[in-house]
């Protein structure tokens, strides 16, 4: 099982220019989530989806947009990149039975000039 | 709103016993989580804590009070791999939404 897979693994954008950043998961999971992890900030929970069809705020949704296309994909897009938006985006899934354990896939660095 | 608290950073020497904690101000709380991510690495899950007590999954323990909105990471024979990077994580809303502390580095020594 390849569990959650993002792509790209590593962009450099310039600021303004626009993106999406693809998470799919094989495990038949319910819940989908997108996090960015900035240096003595720890991860920080951007949009989550609790089930198909489904998507809400988390703590940083400004300047981006989710779509959770069906059970399996989770993406993020970009629309207008900034500096601040440099990050290690991780895009997690998890069982929606309980307090089961977030799956994390391997991270995509994105960087903004 | 969420909020977590833990330390920064933590050192230990090998072979030893570590604590790592954890304050919590989440609404709509429904337990803690721990987990370890490794530089350059993914977060991976270690534990989980829905009612008060220790949980115990080997060298790893995990704590919580919830009148106290407190836990703790407990790490025992402390080895050289166990230097990482360790989040607790508050499930809330039902379970569907997770939020992490900034982490707290743990350094191993000999």
């Known amino acids: 099982n390849a569990g959650v897979t993002q792509t790209p693994k590593f962009q450099v954008l310039k600021t303004g220019q626009s993106m999406t950043l693809q998470c799919a998961q094989d495990m038949n999971h319910n819940s989908m989530y997108w996090y960015r992890q900035d240096p003595g900030m720890g991860l920080r929970l951007i949009y989550y989806?609790?089930?198909?069809?489904?998507?809400d705020k988390g703590e940083v949704p400004n300047g981006y947009n989710v779509s959770r296309l069906n059970k399996r994909e989770f993406s993020l897009r970009l629309e207008s990149a900034a500096p601040s938006q440099t990050s290690v985006y991780f895009c997690?899934?998890?069982?929606?039975?309980?307090?089961?354990?977030?799956?994390f896939g391997n991270g995509t660095r994105l960087t903004v000039t | 709103g969420q909020s977590l608290e833990q330390p920064s950073e933590v050192t230990a020497v090998e072979g030893a016993i570590v604590q790592i904690n954890c304050t919590y101000q989440t609404s709509g709380f429904y337990g803690l989580s721990w987990y370890q991510q490794h530089d350059g690495g993914a977060p991976t899950f270690l534990s989980y804590?829905?009612?008060?007590g220790l949980e115990e999954t080997g060298r790893f323990s995990s704590f919580l009070s919830r009148s106290d909105s407190y836990g703790y990471l407990l790490l025992q024979e402390l080895q050289m791999k166990d230097s990482a990077s360790y989040f607790c994580a508050a499930y809330s809303g039902g379970y569907q939404k997770v939020t992490f502390g900034i982490g707290t580095k743990l350094q191993v020594i000999p």
């Open positions: 804590n829905a009612l008060d």
């Open positions: 989806s609790a089930s198909e069809g489904t998507t």
């Open positions: 997690a899934s998890s069982d929606r039975t309980g307090a089961s354990p977030l799956h």
